[in-house]
């Protein structure tokens, strides 16, 4: 049988109208649904604010002097590829932040790579996260000892890792989750908050709990039109907001395979949470942005500094991009430090190391360390 004749298409490029008429569907279909959260905006600022018990709206009127430990990373993505596996370069910078900071043996900024190599797979992400987490520890012991000396310790992400670790798992992973819980435990035992600046966030919990089922924005989006520049909303912790999402089972309206993932997912972030915490979330806007939205924390107080100080001191120290200052900075040092010259010189002692380590079999090994696509030396910062 002859097969059908497929349809002709002109290979000249999308033409200018068919790009106009996708973009008007798309603007059509996000202005509908802002204007369907417009109509209800007290309505549900009214709604938060009867849940005494899980939320709470604030002001940032109380502003104390503190000092910020922020740390980021910055990593190859992807990793440099070779024919013997994944080469991973890693840069962690730190910086102390604040008018009240004190260093004895550190400076105000710090940065150091760290080196992976992985036979099987690209792990440059989960290993940046570790060696942030590696820092923030080794920071915490330092505050412990008298050498340094910080009030609220700033991660760029979450706190809590997002990662599901299997049964007797001791691989990187299962790794994260214990130096974390020992990073809460220290931040504990020397009376430091901990805050993790969450930048991605399209989480519709508090939405949904609320029984606002039919938006479809997200948390942070609703929250960037109901507050107000200078205004918070804490939330209850974790474990709270998932007693009330298995609520939600006979609520009508709900989207079942939506609430049946979210339940998942906070029984894995309640799973790798130390036994005798709770990490709490809010949102703010800060007094002067680029773009009038709101911005997403997890955080644990600390003795010293209550919900109201915290919050309110993130809101004053926050730059026009909305995040906390300090976070901005070490995003922009660590980026910057990944640099192609870093690269280069990694890729070269890593060949001057094996051809020190031994003549024999040395040919096999550089046969193993030479790119797998040789035409993207650019990698490699050549």
Known sequence: MEAPELPWLEEAGVAPEVVEKVLSKTASK??????????????????????????????AEKFERLCYAAIDSSFTAP???????????????????????????????????????????????????YY????????????????????????????????????????????????????IELADKTDT?????????????????????????????????????????????????HRELELLKSSPGIDVEWLKARLKWYEGILENTPT??????????????????????????????DEEMLLSGLIYISSETGLPQPIDEVDRLATTALSKGLRYTVYQKLLAEVAKAGKEGIKEVQVLLSLMNPEKLGVVGA
Request: net charge positive; glycine share 6%; proline share 1%.
């Open 79 to 129: 990793a440099i590829e070779l024919v013997g596996g994944y080469l991973g370069i890693i840069v962690v910078v730190r910086e102390l932040y604040g008018s009240k900071c004190t260093a004895v043996s550190e400076g105000a900024v710090d940065a150091k790579a760290f080196i992976e190599l992985w036979f099987s797979k690209d792990y440059a992400s989960s290993f940046a996260k």
């Open 193 to 241: 908050a901990v805050v993790g600046v969450l930048k991605r966030s399209y989480s519709r919990d508090i939405i949904n709990i609320l029984r606002f089922h039919d938006l479809k924005l997200s948390d942070r989006a609703v929250m960037s039109l109901i507050l107000k520049p200078g205004e918070y909303l804490a939330v209850t912790g974790y474990d709270q907001l």
């Open 132 to 183: 942030e987490r590696l820092t923030a520890k080794t920071l915490l012991e330092k505050k412990r000892s008298g050498e340094v000396h910080f009030d609220v310790l700033l991660l760029d992400g979450e706190i809590i890792p997002r990662t599901w670790r299997e049964h007797g798992e001791k691989g990187i992973e299962a790794k994260l989750i214990e130096i974390t819980n020992s990073i």
């Open 276 to 305: 005798g915490y709770s990490i709490k979330l809010a949102f703010y806007r800060a007094m002067k942005t680029l773009y009038p939205t709101a911005t997403k924390v997890e955080y644990v107080t600390s003795s010293s500094i």
């Open 30 to 59: 996000l202005v509908k649904e802002v204007e369907k959260l417009r109509k209800r905006i007290e309505e549900i600022r009214r709604a938060v604010e009867l849940r005494k018990e899980l939320f709470k709206i604030g002001f």
